[in-house]
């Protein structure tokens, strides 16, 4: 839709209606944000969510143990700043990050006085973010070039060690699934449930494609009566007839059930995101692989994939946005996902009614990482792409 | 010469043939898959048997024995579980058609107003899009019930918009008139409903936006151009030269969405709204017949999805490009 | 793909397909390995085992509760559960483990829990559960229920100022009710016998229901008269609420097991007659030793001496230790220590005894004798 070149002022008052439409609008956007103002400074209670911040961020998690939690936050803080260094070295980098480092330390300082930390909290929080930011500045130079392909590594490590942090055992003092929620809890299940759908997503988009009937057979019905269903039903066949299945009715623990679930939920639908990858994969790839001497395991892994899952990135971080809203779903099973805990809260009486104020900080906190997920998928892509000029 | 060539040169062994690998896999994955099957059939079979319950439908017909808040179908305590399910479905028809139609408007015209001459227009149409895809629907739903539906006030003073009144007891179209305290006349809408219906379609309106923006945007810009040169108005441009090309790019978008949708009404559940999935489980726990009411669940959604997918298979033939 | 080679070409390298050929190697494999791996150990207990011997085996208890109700079962702020139902089970685990924490309890909603029983996922249900013949019947449910814990009736609570003081108040008027329970049954009987409309606005869990009544979305709120009362005490104001004399339904509430198993539901039932027994024999768990030496010392006191196991084999015949009474009441005393503990007078809800005094008193609560 090419006009020619107008200024922003004949573009919202070029005409008479135009101008009245365009008032018309201004004045709904001030109401709008008036109330939504007035509301959120007059009569909104907010001391609901200062009140409720621990259990909010860590559901029912025993105190004496959060100072695992704060562990593995250290941990992931210094990992993310090195990660951020790195990347911000790479010669390419599509993002200007000076305004995620500067909401970073806005956040810091302005989260802990709004939501009423303790001051070692509070304190916490702020080592944390200078610790980022510091890694951030420091970690783009050569010693950190030199872990090189360990990197990856390095994070697989520490995700497996942050899951014996959350759950004990081992010489910790077990913490019970049940007793995990809050953000950490759907956070926690929102990466688990990725890294194991990912690699059973590509295996039942590669059956669909496979030349054995059967296989491929069977796989289309897995993706499609799966897709077929509300998550809903689902997760109530992982909640109530899981045990009908299993000899005595041995049944794991309901949140691995439900991640059970969620997994081969979310594997059905990256399936369909890798096959449009695979796809648009030309013949010739595969066959020059072979024509080179690479088995089949190797063509598909070394050549066809790689190329595939890049094509498939937007829709595969769709997914992921997708996934982390799904798992509010939990809540309605009974499990204390973000918005099950933040139900359980506004279950007390002391609390009543103060739904708005909950449900509007837990939006925030959605759309943020949703927001932030896409903006990361996207980086990548950018990253990714082959420039071939 | 071909007779020659039909004796291999070389012997293959059979591990290196292909075709004889491919059918001992699928053997061996056939194999599987069916002692799999058969554990777990048999699982269920002994567990079912401990627990001294078989297979049937035949509790279909006994007496429900609930209540069911808001039926459109007549239903009362006495009548069947299978009428009892049979109700809940029409309910959930009922939010999937009414839903699909104001999501569908909605979408229009939102995608549409992405396309304005008028910034602010774009922007807020920008802003709504990229507010609403990136928060939960469960979420939106409870706010919208629990924070904003709940909070309004009891009839004796409900709000009034033009043609519209807005109370604790429900949503009054056309005209209620307060009656002893309560508020009679006109058309009531549920809270549960209500909310149900405004989570929905403005979650559902901002997909659809984006799938019939994409469509508008993948009509070449020569043809804005040439409309235009011809003298025609925006909103004409849209109607008569944008739109019919851009459908055949929108309908299988929509198809997905309206799948998406009908599965989405499920989420029911969470407030109040007696659905299929609410009287679903409502029937689970009195009957305890948890195999048969997910089949059933099951079979009823993949049926709607299939009914959703022809329709607007048909429709896509509609607007296919006829050419001669 | 047809790539029209020659025939000869074909014959010497079968690969007239590469898209096919390529992979099906490592797919098949693979998906053939998951599932294995989600299928497991599939059918590897024998049947035929009872219940009683897998729980033995596993060495602990699992128990399915309601987990949010106060009185019943829930967790204190400590995170560890207490309640009616939770003593229950923590009477069996004593029974069979000699320690009564050897339990692992899973939270359950009204919609879970009985496919949870049937399933096996837990081994005995104690969530403040009525026992109905439908429940009970092979053709319905199939439950096995052991004795009634608490008597029970259905209730309804409005707020004061609403002026309803009967079930016919509450005509045309919304009632809060909480999903896949006896209650919205009898709630639907009750009004149907009265020929009165109503509209019932179901939820998925009693948070739920109570906080939309606390928001006023419906006129009444109705459950069982106990849990009334143990959700008014945390209410803001509960004087502003008021539990109607109507009551609509009995409601005998009490731990289940599956059908078909009598060891575990043998056992369950004298483990919750023992504690019945205690009361009316006047055992408690503070005078028990003095009860076991004073048994131990007098032969003649047979009653006294079968009932602690000093003398035959009781225990033995349930498949529990000769001594599972004593072990019981140590650890989570009487019937009457139990009531008070959680919702008599040493609770908060302070519930009057009313039916569930014990027989010698006018209640319902009797033991069948332990002989």
Redesign the interface.
Known sequence: MKRSPLTLQRQLFGSLANSAFTLALFALLVWAGWGVLSWAFGSAQWLVLRANAATLTIGRYPDAQEWRLWLLLGMLTSLAGVSWGRLRGLNNWPLNDRIAALLFVISAVLLPWLLAFGAINQLRLIFLVLLLLLLRQWSGGAWSKAFGKWWALVWGITYVFGLWLIAGGLGLPAVRPSDWGGLVFTLLITSLTLLLALPFGVLLALGRRSGLLLVRWVCVAVIELIRGAPLITLLFVGQNLVGFLSPNGFAPDRVWRATGVLTVFAAAYLAEAVRGGLNSIPMGQQEAARSLGLSSVQTMGLVVLPQALKVALPALGGQCISLLQDTTLLSIVGLFDLLGIARSVLANPDWLGRYAEVYLFLAVLYWCSCAALALGSRALEKRLATNYS | M?KI??T???Q?PWW????K??WL??A???L??LI?IA??L???E????????RLTLGWMSQPA??????TLLPYK??DSYGRALLAGLINTLRVVISGLILATGLGVVVGAAS?S?????RG?TRIYV??V????????L??WY???F??LP?ADQALHLPGLQLA??GIYLFGARLING?LEGGLRLS??LAALLTGLVIYSAAFIAEVVRGGIASVP?GQ??AAESLGLQPIQILRLVVLPQALRVIVPGLNSQYISLA??S??A??I?Y?DL??VA??T?????R??EV?LL??LI??VL?LLISAAMNAVNRLVRLQER | MDYKRGVDYKRSLDCENPISNSHKTPVAFLLAGLILAITGCGGAETSGNGRLDVIKARGSLTCGVDGKLPGFSYQDNAGKYAGIDVDICRALAAALFNNPNKVEYRDLTPSERFAALASGEVDVLSRNTTRTLSRDAKGGNGLEFAPTIFFDGQGVMVPIASGITNLKGLAGKTICVENGTTTELNLADRFRELGVAYTPLKYQSGDQTFGAYLQGRCAAVTSDRSRLAAVKTSFPNPANHIILGDVLSKEPLGPVTVNNDSGISDALRWVIFATMQAEESGINSKNLKEKLAFAKANPNQADLRRFLGVEGDLGSQLGLAVDFVPRVIASVGNYGEIYDRNVGQGSRLKLERGLNRSYKDGGLIYSPPFR
Not at chain 2, 16 to 19: G, L
Not at chain 2, 65 to 70: N, R, S, T
Not at chain 2, 284 to 288: F, R, S, V, Y
């Open positions: 071909i060539l039909a291999p040169l070389i293959v290196r043939n292909n075709r690998v491919g896999l699928q061996a994955f056939g599987f898959l799999a554990l777990l048999a699982n269920l002994r567990n079912l048997a401990r627990a001294g319950m024995g609930f209540d069911i808040a808001e305590a006495s396309f001459a008028n910034p602010l227009l807020i990229e507010l895809r990136n928060i939960p629907l469960l979420l939106q409870v706010f629990f924070a904003v709940l909070s009891p604790k007891s309560e809270l549960e810009k804005w151009e599965k989405n499920s989420l559940v969470a109040g007696p999935y609410a489980e409502t689970l726990n009195q009957t305890g948890g195999i997910f669940l099951l959604y993949l999805n």
